[in-house]
């Protein structure tokens, strides 16, 4: 072996082998790693590009057309306006306003009888409950109602005394209405009746990722039974039984409602004790029955009924106030009356909410009291 030109030799020949094999192998390796960089780089913006265009395609979609945002009360008032543009005629149309207790006592199909056969002119009545909904929430969808084009002749607002509840200032309506079930222009009409700031925040959260804020809604319409406890459940209901959710007892059990009554205490005794009807939540019915007559609707109110454990829990104070609230409404001409005590206590199930087999009479009961002298109102 001898050196020539600083190299090694072996037989006469430098050894070059080892640097054009290592300068080879950098002139193949490179453009592949840079091919496969960029692959990657291309499916990573090309899954935040779809998930951007995704969350603005549902924003979209939630904002312009009605029903993926409150499927609660959107969907039964869609269909509340397609049975409305099915009847030929012209019929008189009631729309509910209400809670579960709304929800499962009254049967619309049972209304409408009632009314075709007192007036001769066929009916519409739709049953828009939300659960969990009061005065604020009602003021909320009597306003969608109006948005829509649907004008009821006559609007049956339940009057639950524990809505009116305002704990801190708080309104009961807002421990469940929150800002992704609400417009924009929604959330500046509830703070007006004492709901916090933050249901603007609540509102900008859902609609900045849409997927996650409307993840209730969405799973609701499409498997409602994996709904976790606790959420309001988004779900569609049967077109057929025009809002009516039959209550889940058919009949009344003796065991079941006493421990049901003792649940319901902690659930309802101390906003019974707060009901003041001098605050913005009494504000947000008197402006919706204002809003009423505005727009040529005739405003009915009815007190649910209630079982008698129940009633004994309402302060001295709080009863006369309810009374002395139903009143104020008859005195400004809106069909009115407190149903407390209409019903025994075996017609329920847990203290306030009918039974299956009691829910006919529950309907009777508001059709006699305020549904029909409230149809009597309406101008031809």
Request: with cysteine.
């Amino acid at each position: 072996m001898g050196i020539e030109n600083g190299l090694p030799i072996r037989g006469g020949i430098a050894s070059l082998r080892l640097p054009i094999a290592a300068d080879a192998g950098r002139a193949v390796v490179r453009p592949r790693a840079n091919r496969r960089l960029r692959q990657a780089r291309s499916t990573v913006l090309g899954a935040v590009l779809a998930l951007i265009l995704l969350n603005l395609g549902l924003a979209a979609a939630v904002n312009v057309g009605p029903g993926l945002r409150d499927p609660l009360f959107d969907l039964p008032a869609g269909r509340f306006g397609e049975r409305i543009a099915s009847t030929d005629s012209h019929p008189i149309k009631i729309a509910f306003l209400g809670s579960s207790r709304t929800g499962g006592g009254i049967r619309p199909a049972m209304v409408e009888e009632a009314v075709a056969a007192d007036t001769g002119r066929p009916c519409v009545a739709y049953n828009l409950h939300a659960p969990g909904n009061g005065p604020v929430g009602e003021q909320v969808h009597w306003r969608r109602l109006l948005d829509r084009g649907l004008r009821p002749d006559v609007v049956v607002i339940e009057l639950l005394p524990g809505g009116f509840a305002s704990e801190n200032g708080r309104p009961e309506d807002s421990k469940r209405l929150h800002g992704d079930r609400l417009t924009w222009d929604e959330t500046q009409l509830v703070q007006r009746y004492g709901f916090p700031p933050d249901v603007e925040s609540e509102w900008r959260q859902a609609n900045a990722n849409p997927w996650f804020g409307f993840r209730f809604q969405l799973l609701g319409l499409v498997r409602p039974k994996w709904l976790p406890s606790g959420v309001a459940r988004h779900e569609r209901r049967p077109a057929a039984d025009l809002g009516w959710q039959p209550p889940f007892f058919v009949t009344h059990s003796p065991e079941h409602f006493g421990q049901a009554v003792e649940v319901n205490r902690d659930l309802l005794f101390k906003q019974m004790q707060l009901a003041r009807f001098d605050g913005l939540p009494a504000a947000a019915l008197r402006d919706l029955v204002a809003s009423c007559r505005e727009h040529g609707t005739v405003p009915a109110a009815f007190v649910t009924p209630e079982s008698s454990p129940l009633r004994s829990w309402y302060p001295a104070d709080v009863d006369r106030a309810v009374r002395a609230f139903v009143e104020e409404l008859r005195a400004g001409g809106v069909v009115a009356a407190d149903g407390r005590d209409w019903l025994p206590d075996e017609a329920y199930s847990d203290g306030h909410h009918v039974v299956r087999s009691w829910a006919d009479e529950y309907t009777r009961r508001v059709t006699r009291a305020v549904v029909l002298p409230a149809v009597s109102k309406i101008r031809n």
